[in-house]
């Protein structure tokens, strides 16, 4: 079958929540003194965004072929994946069929090998090949999770990320996932409010409902073996991204030393199959979190999933929203997923990419059935009445 061959791909930089979902307005949970590795420096304790973590804005791709059909993704990266985009990958996919993906991938990634390998230019070659895989799927008339194999169950099941697990418990989901407010800097008086904010929730949501902290690269070693062991007793199901993800040797001591029982994740900012390689090798952590947004997307994902799998490790990806969904849903070591509660007070469910996305589903009572998926591609239109900018052309 011919498919019509790409045409044109063009990048744009969007503000305001969406794929950057770090990039929200004043009083969200998201912003309000989360623990991080530039928590050392008191001035950047309080807020995640007076260091600059939304300074780069949404990337949106746009795959055009030659019928007109456009596909597109978003995820992180702004005006520098843009011109990443424009001036250097597009030329790996114009005049190509949509259907090469894996040689566009495999050009678009030794191409920027000497200045890429992960973040930025990994995230705006994920941004490209998701939007390849959503042209596919349009052109196709299928939707993305039948390409890759198809549902192997019938819905997907979601653990909430957010400040409020305890209203997450009422809205149906499996889970919640906290943020961690004190690093080490904050000393024990720190450690000792963490333990007692999650003493707090565990005797809001009872004994069962699975609580989990994310530590977003904050902490060393030492300070997350002691969490850990302290949060043994308030049944702590996992800690999340405790180290830098560059301390692949301090993950596989981490997770020595974790509690029996209590699970050690990993890898939202790890990407492609060599980055995590080294997770699974070293023995670093129980479940690995890529984002199929900056991992190198589906493409890649499929790759990392395959490694994940022979080693019996559970993949559940960070976020990404349908680019995840359609993921999950096809893959047996991925059980359940993420859905991060981007309304400020965490006390209702919205859309996870909103507003940059039409008719992204959302769960209901904490699942999602593989039907809400049933559209061609990731199943979702750019909204186009939020502002576009295209910084670069070529
Ligand atoms: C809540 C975390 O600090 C971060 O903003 C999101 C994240 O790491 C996750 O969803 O996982
Ligand atoms: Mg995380």
Not at 315 to 343: C, D, Q, W
Request: hydrophobic content about 40%; some cysteine; charged content about 20%.
């Amino acid at each position: 079958m011919n498919l019509p061959k790409i045409a044109h791909v063009r990048a744009f930089v969007v503000r305001g929540g969406g794929a950057d979902y770090h990039d929200q307005g004043e009083g969200h949970w998201i912003d309000d003194h989360i623990a991080t590795p530039m928590s050392r420096y008191p001035e950047y304790r309080q807020s995640r965004q007076s260091f600059g973590i939304n300074v780069l804005g949404t990337l949106v791709v746009e795959i055009e072929a030659t019928d007109g059909t456009i596909g597109f993704a978003v995820t992180t990266g702004g005006e520098p994946a843009c011109y990443i985009v424009e001036k250097h990958l597009a030329r790996f996919l114009e005049g190509r069929s949509p259907t090469e993906y894996e040689k566009i991938w495999d050009q678009m990634y030794f191409s920027t090998q000497y200045y890429g390998r992960k973040g930025l230019v990994v995230n705006a070659l994920s941004g490209v090949d998701l939007a390849l895989w959503d042209l596919l799927g349009k052109l196709r008339g299928e939707p993305v999770y039948h390409m890759l194999g198809g549902a192997v169950r019938d819905e997907l099941q979601f653990y909430a990320t957010g400040a409020r697990p305890d209203l997450a418990q009422q809205m149906g989901f499996i889970g919640g996932k906290m943020p961690l407010h004190h690093g080490p800097a904050e000393g024990e008086e720190g450690l000792h409010r963490n333990i007692a904010e999650l003493a707090e929730m565990r005797s809001r949501v009872g004994p069962d409902f699975w609580l989990m902290l994310d530590c977003w690269m904050a902490l060393d070693v030492n300070y997350a073996t002691r969490l850990a062991q302290r949060a043994h007793e308030h049944g702590l199901k996992w800690i999340e991204e405790a180290l830098s993800p560059d301390d692949y040797w301090g993950y596989a001591e981490l997770k020595r030393n974790a509690p029996t029982g209590m699970l050690v994740t990993t890898g939202e900012h790890e990407a492609t199959r060599w980055g995590f390689r080294m997770l699974l090798e070293m023995d670093c952590c129980d479940i690995i979190q890529p984002d199929v947004g900056w991992c190198g997307g589906v493409t890649e994902l499929i790759k990392i999933s395959a490694l994940a799998d022979a080693r019996g490790k559970l993949v559940v990806p960070h976020g990404s929203s349908v680019y995840s969904y359609h993921f999950v849903i096809t893959r047996h070591n991925s059980p359940f997923a993420e859905f991060l509660m981007m309304a400020p007070k965490a006390d209702e469910v919205v859309p996870m990419f909103h507003p940059q996305l039409l008719g992204e589903p959302i769960p209901e009572n904490g699942r999602m059935r593989a039907s809400a998926l049933d559209r061609p591609g990731f199943g979702v239109e750019l909204n186009r009445d939020i502002a576009l900018h295209r910084p670069y052309t070529h």
